[in-house]
């Protein structure tokens, strides 16, 4: 192997990595990234760990603040609304194939999606509950059949996944979301394409305001620390 592939296979292998350290929450929505400490727990040099975080910050998933350093991304406000819009979009038009393409053992396969929930709050895991909520929708989208869709929702979940603060999740939200998939899951069963969308739309437009919620009680609390400190 030459040295251009050993550079090559460094990056993807730091690259794969520190997503996966995303995706378990080793790397927190907000943290700041110290190289040299990254590439220990890595073993491996600086070098592809920059590379690969340069990589990251392309797909948003880590900023860099100049004369700072990077920064594991964090979602705001405008990012929430423009990723539920095109949740919405993509979703509702998906409604009409996904309802034409459901058989016994897709519902069946849906509803085990749907089963996960459980497992999810008997781990006590916010978290969990958010990787749970996206790999829900992302199955029934599997039964659009459209390659192109499923990818796209498949990249705006991980956006949001990875950079929403699970502790914004509130309780009454976690009743609610469960209470609204159980109704889309029996709008499934029923074939209803028009009771279908009308869920999805209220289910994504309140999971949109409540991010948007904590993110603003969030920024709030940091008015009010800042005010304290000043006073």
Known sequence: MNDKDKRKNALEEAFSQIKQMLYLNELAPGQKIIYSDLAERLNMSVTPVIQALKRLESSKLVMYVPNRGYYVGVITEAETRSLYQAREALEIFSIPAIIENLDSESL???NESFKRYKDAIDEGSRRQLVLVDCKFHLKICEFSKN????RL???IFEQIYLKYRAEYLQDE???AVIKEHRELLNALRRA???DAIQITRDHIRRGMQHVIEGINR???LKVDEIFLTTA
């Open 173 to 175: 939200r976690i009743k």
């Open 108 to 110: 069946d396969a849906i």
């Open 147 to 150: 390659e192109v869709i499923y």
């Open 192 to 194: 209803d394409v028009g």
């Open 153 to 155: 929702l498949k990249d």
């Open 218 to 220: 969030k920024n709030m």
